[in-house]
């Protein structure tokens, strides 16, 4: 007996639909074209990478990986994100290609989530990479291209979070001694688990003042005032990153979406690849980060090829969700004909075609049932001969 077949798909995976394919196809047109215009250039990577480059580089935890074996035994994984494979396509076969590039992208990324957790194990990414620019410059492009593009889709609430990868490690490296406890706390802020990060600080033999210095880190938000609350926790070594983040603050002004921006320097990444500034971007009523980046000066030298970079990611799946229902309508237009008819049928639907309409051309014989059918087109035109020459279908 034949087994039935599997309708299940795996966790994580998800079919898209035609309206919502439709929906997605039109935003992500917006956002290709705003990127194309603000000097970016598009490149696609494989679905497939080699697990001991990409898959290590790109500072997915091991057990989110999708692995699989070659035909060779290697480790493969399935891209679990874009920076690390264009690092390094940017450290081999562009590597002539003189600095700063400016480069782009949108590809679906796969990371393996529990089960309980809900989110897609599949979901696709539009992001830029500034590659080979130290500047505060660069830095302050990526995050003005960030607010542009979500402004362009209509989101114009957003508002992005900038934190620093060095404040938090200057902070804990003053305080905390053991490797667990840096690591736990970590974990709770890329979690955003406050709760179990100021119970995880209370349960350690601190001083009263380290302990006050750890649980300051999470009112660490807000506007430009917040630089001199940080500059008062007193993390040795991160008075140039504030001043870093100053400037940065000076210089998005120039864009003009100075308000759009404030500090949260509780901010932190799962992936551990960022090394300066770290950024989120939001809007209300959505409780899921938008679009996330950072700086990352060291990737590419893991490369070979030395290049400080910074770039984001927007993700198109939690865009939508965002954004009001589309109210996108079916604009295609129906041409139901008899046999006998084609011809004109179809130099009708090609005249229409060159005018830039989606036309569906069916023959009146193929249909399961009109109404049913007609009610998916803006418009039905039909062209049926009366006394109908019964060829056969
Ligand atoms: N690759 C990062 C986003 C990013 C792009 N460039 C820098 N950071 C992510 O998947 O979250």
Redesign the pocket.
Known sequence: MTKPLMFEKPVGMRDTLPPLYDAKHNIRSVLMNSIVQWGYSFLQTPALEYYDTVGVTSSIADHQLFKLLDAEGQTLVLRP???APIARVVSSIMKKEPFPLRLAYDSP?YRSLQKEGGRPAEFE?M?V?LIGDKTSSADAEIVALMIALLEEIGLRDCKIAIGHVGFVDALFTDILSKEEDVDLLLRYLYEKNYVGYTHHVKNLSLSAQNEQRLLALLELKGGKETLKKAQAIGAQNSSPLLAEIDHLFDVLNMYGVQEKVSFDFSLR?H?SYYTGIIFEGYTANYGFPLC???R?DHLLQTFGRVAKA????LSIDDVMEALPPSGIQNKQECIIYSPSLRREAYEKAQALRRNGCAVVLQDVRGIDEMDHFTRRFSSVTYMLDTHQEGESC
């Open positions: 994100d874009v920076t990324v990414q992001g990479e990444s992936m996330r980046g950072g990352y910074i770039g984001f990611a």
